[in-house]
Nanobody, 114 residues
Framework: VQFVESGGGVLLPGGSLRLSCAAS????????MSWYRQALGKERELVAE????????NYADCVKGRFTISRDNHKNTAYLQMNSPKPENTAVYYC????????WGQGTQVTVSS
């Protein structure tokens, strides 16, 4: 199982960024995909999750209306579009796959700062 996460970096508050998570080594289409984040000194928390069939996603209340999770089962890739980020969104963002097994990506740093 391998994840290649990309798209992290530094952005200004109110900017936009798209994270990508390219997966291999398992049946991507059969797994719910999600993004978690962990800020320095805090616990890892769920940001968004999308079901295996691409149905209605779930979002943390603090990102609703600003972040969008999506997936392309043909490309075995999950995405997180981050619009109007805030400094408190600074964290390492992790890709996560869930079915009866769970897999984690290595994480990508997102820093929101003016």
């Amino acid at each position: 199982v391998q994840f290649v996460e990309s798209g992290g970096g530094v952005l200004l508050p109110g900017g936009s960024l798209r994270l990508s998570c390219a997966a291999s080594g398992f049946t991507f289409s059969g797994y719910a995909m999600s993004w978690y984040r962990q800020a320095l000194g805090k616990e890892r928390e769920l940001v968004a999750e999308i079901p295996s069939g691409g149905g209605s996603p779930n979002y943390a209340d603090c990102v609703k209306g600003r972040f969008t999770i999506s997936r392309d089962n043909h490309k075995n890739t999950a995405y997180l579009q981050m619009n109007s980020p805030k400094p408190e969104n600074t964290a390492v963002y992790y890709c996560h796959a869930r079915r009866w097994l769970t897999y984690w990506g290595q994480g990508t740093q997102v820093t929101v700062s003016s």
